[in-house]
């Protein structure tokens, strides 16, 4: 649909001068000869800007501008006269004129203030539409926290979220560290701000050099332009570093002194670049066991650790399990436009389970058992929910061997989902070795 432009000037031809121009741009024109008539059109079929004489009988343009800014005041209105003056701009722009053209005015000059005045207004139209959904989305009265830790940690967040100390969250995977770190932004003064989340384990260690402090142009093959990294993208907003944990020791030193300094130094550049972010970082390893290990920087851990907040598994705030099951499926029903509910068994078996991937895990459940269902209805068996999560009462059947075994299993198996897959880590975590993971791996058929 074409924008449409209102023409408002007491000299018809004048009027329709200014129409051919615009029409040339593709805008559809209508003309009208007195600022009244131009508001019984902005009333009843509406307009995307107004273009109108400053000097008119009747109602001038001083005055239908601010008629206008009381009744439609996201609606832009230039004004055109041939008494230009500084204090006649100044006049305008106090009035809430988008902008002011004197006479005579050159057509391009007109139909670019045209689009501008378009592009700010859809500009504004995004930002009040995009803090809506944030103030729906990330509002308290959303955020699902019946257990106490859960409240505790709210409270947390709510209480640090307008400084500008480094926070670190470390958690197991799924237990929402993303969340929390969102919440710290969109809670903050720098929502107005980019938020730039980076995970840490996806980059090999030089590319990860590359991708946070950005490079310049001819610094590596391939760099074939000058490209800003994350901490600059991230600059009067908050930079959310995912997976520090997995970081090496050589860039850590390098991360160091970027959160020190508050600057960074592009790969190939020779001047460093001030930046102003909000440092958040997390990690599902315990990085006081890292430091011990050797393999995370205990300077580094005091610089990010500033606000610690540790997030709690899933099992151990079991009051949250069904308040978020209902919540994912009362999602999934809004995306499907299907009616569906949960069986007593399924809440049952929910209840039951152990939860290692946590609430990831569990909203995957619940899409899993929207998918599956056969009516309206989820079933335990719609959820295909392992095993091993079935709660103490299956480990109490069998010989004690076997109850042991899968005990371990269940171990194991939340190991591995906490570690994605990755089985040295999942060694790690457990504290045994590689080579005894896949023995008790192989004994027990996982």
């Keep these: 649909m074409k924008p449409r432009i209102l023409i408002v000037d007491d000299q018809e031809r004048v009027a329709e001068v ?148 480094a926070v670190l969250i470390q958690g197991e995977s799924g237990t929402g560290k993303e969340l929390v770190a969102r919440l710290l932004h969109y809670w903050s003064q720098r929502v107005g701000n980019p938020i730039v989340a980076v995970n840490c384990k996806a980059f090999a260690e030089g590319v990860l050099e590359s991708e946070l402090f950005g490079h310049e142009k001819g610094a590596f093959t391939g760099a ?96 949250d399990i069904m308040p978020l099951a209902r919540h994912f499926l009362a999602r999934q029903t809004a995306e499907t436009g299907r009616k569906l509910a949960l069986t007593s068994e399924a809440e049952e078996a929910i209840l039951a389970h152990r939860w290692p991937g946590n609430v990831r895990e569990l909203e995957n459940a619940i899409e899993r058992g929207a998918v599956l269902a056969r009516g309206e209805t989820i079933a335990p068996e719609d959820l295909l929910l392992e095993q091993s999560g079935a709660g103490p009462r299956a480990a109490m059947t069998g010989t004690l061997q076997e109850s042991i075994d899968k005990v371990v299993a269940g171990r194991i198996d939340a190991a591995i989902e906490a570690a994605r897959g990755n089985r040295a880590e999942a060694a790690r975590n457990l504290g045994i070795d590689r080579a005894t993971l896949w023995r008790l791996m192989k004994r027990l058929g996982i």
Excluded at 103 to 113: G, I, S, V
Excluded at 246 to 264: I, P, S, T
Excluded at 268 to 297: L, Q
Aim: charged share 30%.
């Design 224 to 319: 074939l332009a000058v490209r800003a990294g994350c901490f600059e993208r991230a600059s009067g907003g908050t930079l959310f570093l995912d997976e520090i944990g997995e970081v090496g020791l050589e860039f850590q030193a390098k991360l160091l002194r970027a959160v020190q300094e508050g600057e960074v130094l592009r790969v190939g550049g020779s001047e460093p670049r001030k930046v102003d972010v909000r440092i958040v970082a997390a990690t599902n390893r315990p990085i006081r066991d890292e430091i011990a290990a050797g393999r995370f920087r205990e300077d580094l851990f005091f610089r990010l650790n500033v606000i610690p907040i540790q997030l709690a598994p899933l099992r151990e705030r079991r009051e």
């Design 18 to 165: 200014i129409a051919t121009a615009l029409a040339h741009a593709g805008y559809e024109c209508e003309t009208h000869r007195s600022g009244a008539s131009a508001l019984t059109a902005v009333e009843q079929r509406g307009a995307d800007a107004v273009v109108t004489d400053w000097k008119m009988e009747e109602m001038d343009g001083m005055e239908l501008l601010r008629e206008i800014r009381r009744r439609r005041p996201e609606l832009p209105v230039i004004l055109i006269t041939a008494y230009g003056s500084v204090s006649s701009a100044v006049a305008a722009m106090r009035e809430g004129a988008f902008d002011y053209v004197t006479k005579p005015f050159d057509n391009d000059e007109l139909r670019a203030t045209i689009a501008r005045a378009l592009e700010m207004t859809r500009l504004e139209r995004e930002n009040r539409y995009l803090r809506q959904e944030i103030g729906i989305r990330y509002s308290p009265d959303t955020i699902i926290a019946e257990s106490a830790r859960s409240r505790e940690v709210l409270d947390l967040v709510r209480r640090v979220a307008a400084s500008r100390a």
